[in-house]
């Protein structure tokens, strides 16, 4: 087992091509990164040494001998992806390569102390570790995904509104107290989701995108020039306290008109068991009678699929609010792909559509030229699958 835990610059930049873009020739990183045949060779020759990568059998010929082609080694140990939500935990195990070997979820309550909830996740890790035939040691990183702004080099929560029992907790000191041997990252939920899409969804090769998280709340995670975007103090990416209404309801941040209070999950129910209270709906009155009085999000979008009236303008109301906002942000960073996520987004095609809509009736022609506004394809994966790449980006530290 390789115990340095260091690369230089060029190690790394290596590192990070033959994972992104599968096993590559010294000829083909050479050329892609900017390296002459010495200089690669030597990279390679040392990755190859300290077993960080191995061979991965011959390429294609470019008329002459078919050269050896390299990828990461995957039994160089262990990874573990945590994506926490604000009512679940879902948790992976992954080798060197990427491929997730092993994976659990199960309810939480990110309401819980901190202690409490990370100990739970280190017990579960050294489950699935366990289920590998694999030891503490072995596990060179882990990546977490929190749901709330991250400082990100220390790792720390800064005002998290769903959790503040954990502003300031010492994330990374309290994991490394079971994983010595880890290096541990930890990063905002959305951030994570589109960490996930960038490697190995619909983001892959797209330069410039965001994704869009629609549940209980509403965020963003931004790539910009093919790297995540944190801004200067972990907060980029919250739209949805970005006001669209002056005269709006009270948010729970204190401000009038958020869009996450208008538009998000809850927004979406309460106006559903408005318009059954009404009589507005009889088929959302019907559902909130059979679900003991509760009227969710998803039942007004299953009375929307159904071809309720009221429903369909409550999902095409937020989508609008939504589509709005996101026009902005269009015409500010001129993305290529924006990616709809989170829970609210099963809601589907009706929400999506309204989205779209707002957006390109808003944004200046240039800035939509190329545009596309999809659903995520990752979906309920998009959180754990980023936690995994997070781990795997910082499985190793870079010399300055």
Not at 347 to 369: D, E, H, K, N, P
Request: net charge negative; aromatic share 6%; hydrophobic share 45%.
């Amino acid at each position: 087992m390789v115990r340095a835990r260091t690369l230089d610059p060029a190690e790394y930049r290596v590192l990070a091509a033959v994972r992104q873009a599968g096993p590559l020739s010294r000829s083909e990183l050479g050329a892609q990164l900017g390296y002459s045949r010495a200089a690669i060779r030597g990279v390679v020759n040392s990755l190859l040494a300290r077993e960080i990568i191995e061979e991965r059998g011959l390429g294609e010929s470019q008329g002459g001998r078919r050269p050896r082609t390299y990828g990461p080694n995957g039994s160089l140990g262990f990874v573990a992806g945590v994506d926490v939500g604000a009512t679940s935990l879902d948790l992976a195990l992954a080798d060197f390569d990427g491929t997730i070997l092993e994976r659990l979820d199960e309810p939480a309550d990110v309401r819980e102390e901190p202690e409490v909830m990370l100990g739970h996740v280190a017990d579960l890790i050294e489950q699935l570790l366990a289920r590998q035939n694999g030891r503490p040691e072995q596990l060179l990183a882990i990546g977490i995904g929190v749901p709330g702004p991250v400082k990100f080099d220390e790792g720390v929560l800064v005002a998290p509104p769903l959790m503040p029992a954990w502003e300031a907790f010492p994330i990374k000191a309290f994991m490394r107290q079971r994983f010595a041997a880890a290096n541990i990252a930890v990063d905002n939920d959305v951030n994570v989701m589109a960490i996930g899409e960038a490697w190995a969804g619909a983001g892959r090769g797209i330069d410039n995108f965001i994704f869009l998280k629609i549940g209980t709340g509403i965020g963003s995670g931004i790539i910009c020039q093919g790297n995540i975007y944190r801004g200067q103090d972990g907060a980029a990416g919250d739209v949805g306290h970005i006001c669209i209404d002056y005269n709006g309801p009270m948010c729970h941040c204190g401000n009038l008109g958020c869009l996450e209070i208008m538009a998000a999950g809850p927004a979406i129910a309460e106006r559903g068991r408005e318009a059954a209270l009404s009589g507005e709906s009889e088929f959302l009155a019907e559902a909130m009678a059979a679900n003991d009085g509760l009227m969710t999000a998803e039942t007004v979008g299953d009375a929307a699929k159904a071809g309720d009236r009221a429903a369909n303008e409550i999902v095409k109301t937020s989508g609008r609010m939504i589509g709005g906002m996101l026009a902005g942000l269009v015409n500010f960073f001129n993305p290529q792909l924006i990616l709809i996520g989170g829970g609210v987004s099963n809601i589907g095609i009706r929400l999506l559509s309204a989205i779209r809509q707002a957006v390109l009736r808003r944004s200046t022609a240039l800035s939509t030229r190329h545009l596309r506004i999809e659903f995520s394809p990752l979906g309920a994966d998009a959180g754990v699958t980023g936690a995994i790449w997070l781990a795997l980006e910082h499985a190793f530290a870079v010399e300055t």
